[in-house]
């Protein structure tokens, strides 16, 4: 994309991206162009885990718990979406809870507020099969929310997990 005029650069190809994740390069097989008005919006997803608590954990908070009070980090990354692009918040806890904590919204402040709400809950006791079936479920309603919200968006994850595709997170990067 120009970073002056805003309009996807022309002439790239699946060949020109490389995507990787979990250090497992992923294949590309389209890529769309087009003016920024013909350009679809995003819908950016911050899919936080709750903050854990264990026996193995000695009352030291998991999940997305080592994201506490740094949420403003994304407001650079929020402040370069397009008016167009939306951002919403959702969260999963290894319990098999799960919940839309923010709807998609224009708003550049709102998702940094959101997630440091959930950040800020008290920790779920870890679990397995539930929390596998939470993510896999908090995934499948944010997806019909923006189908809702925002049609034609494209849903974007930025989840704090290390399993999921898009734009990850862990302790020492950020996305």
């Known amino acids: 994309m120009d970073k002056h005029s805003g309009i996807p650069a022309p002439g790239l190809n699946p060949e020109d991206f490389e995507v990787v994740s979990d250090r497992a390069r992923l294949g590309v097989t389209s890529v769309a162009g087009?003016?920024?008005?013909?350009?679809?919006?995003?819908?950016?997803?911050?899919?936080?885990?709750?903050?854990?608590?264990?026996?193995?954990?000695?009352?030291?908070?998991?999940?997305?718990?080592?994201?506490?009070?740094?949420?403003?980090?994304?407001?650079?990354?929020?402040?370069?979406?397009?008016?167009?692009?939306?951002?919403?918040?959702?969260?999963?806890?290894?319990?098999g809870t799960l919940g839309?904590?923010?709807?998609?919204?224009?708003?550049?402040?709102?998702?940094?507020?959101?997630?440091?709400?959930?950040?800020?809950a008290p920790m779920a006791h870890v679990s397995n099969e539930p929390g596998q079936n939470?993510?896999?479920?908090?995934?499948?309603?944010?997806?019909?929310?923006?189908?809702?919200t925002s049609p034609g968006a494209l849903p974007f994850w930025c989840s704090s997990t290390e399993i999921t595709a898009g734009c990850t997170t862990n302790r020492s990067r950020s996305c």
Do not use: N
Request: charged share 25%; glycine share 8%; proline share 6%.
């Open 34 to 95: 087009g003016s920024q008005s013909e350009s679809r919006p995003l819908s950016v997803w911050f899919v936080m885990q709750c903050p854990e608590e264990g026996i193995a954990f000695s009352g030291v908070s998991y999940g997305s718990g080592f994201m506490r009070g740094k949420s403003r980090a994304f407001t650079p990354i929020l402040q370069k979406l397009t008016p167009r692009d939306t951002a919403g918040v959702a969260h999963w806890c290894d319990d």
């Open 100 to 120: 839309i904590d923010l709807l998609p919204t224009t708003d550049r402040i709102a998702p940094s507020e959101s997630i440091e709400k959930v950040l800020s």
């Open 134 to 148: 939470g993510l896999h479920d908090v995934f499948l309603r944010a997806r019909e929310v923006t189908q809702r």
